[in-house]
């Protein structure tokens, strides 16, 4: 009788150990993921900021290059297709990343040459307005490269997490999956060649 006991103590044991694995893993997962959505937030609100800032941009230059119109529709355009990609923190996948990234490029790009126009008009570079959205534009792009290294940061420690054993088979259990990580555009790698 006494060995029948002691055979289902132990065994109730091992039970209560097993389930508080499990349930630990569990919760350190979701915690993770949480992290890597409340991340994936911060970095769309800091791009939000910088879309924000683009039609007071925009107005502002318009007054001075009004024959620039095609840079400025540009601008605009860009601004419309970058605010448009959203992700759901869910739903993080590498295609759904790489789509936001280019969409964002593509409104980088679109700023880019909006500078390069503005350097043409030295009435609009003193105008005070422009250079306070232009401050305030290079503040949210440092914004956005300090979000964006959370971000990957943040995502570094949940993929290790659910790839570790025996993690990863409750991971694959529980659907937990890789995120992916936001990742240098091709030919940054290079400098620009610069010719007189």
């Not at 914004?143 to 991971?171: M, Q, W």
């Amino acid at each position: 009788m006494k060995k029948s006991w002691i055979v289902i103590g132990i065994i109730v044991i091992i039970i209560i150990l097993i389930y508080s694995s499990f349930k630990g893993s569990y919760n350190t997962m979701v915690t993770y993921y949480e992290d890597v959505s409340e991340q994936w937030s911060q970095v769309e609100n800091v791009y939000q900021r910088r879309a924000d800032l683009i039609p007071n941009l925009v107005n502002t230059v318009k007054g001075y290059a009004e024959h620039e119109k095609q840079t400025l529709t540009d601008v605009i355009e860009a601004r419309a297709k970058a605010t448009s990609v959203s992700i759901n923190p869910g739903e993080l996948t590498a295609a759904s990343m790489q789509q936001f990234q280019q969409a964002q490029a593509g409104l980088s790009s679109a700023l880019s040459k909006l500078m390069v126009v503005v350097e043409r008009y030295p009435d609009l570079k003193a105008n005070q307005n422009f250079l306070e959205l232009q401050a305030q534009l290079e503040g949210t792009e440092n914004r956005i490269a300090n979000e964006r290294r959370k971000f990957n940061e943040t995502t570094k420690i949940y993929n290790i997490y659910i790839k570790k054993f025996p993690k990863n088979i409750l991971a694959n259990m529980f659907g937990f999956e890789q995120k992916p990580y936001f990742e240098a555009e091709k030919g940054t790698d290079k400098a620009p060649v610069v010719e007189f």
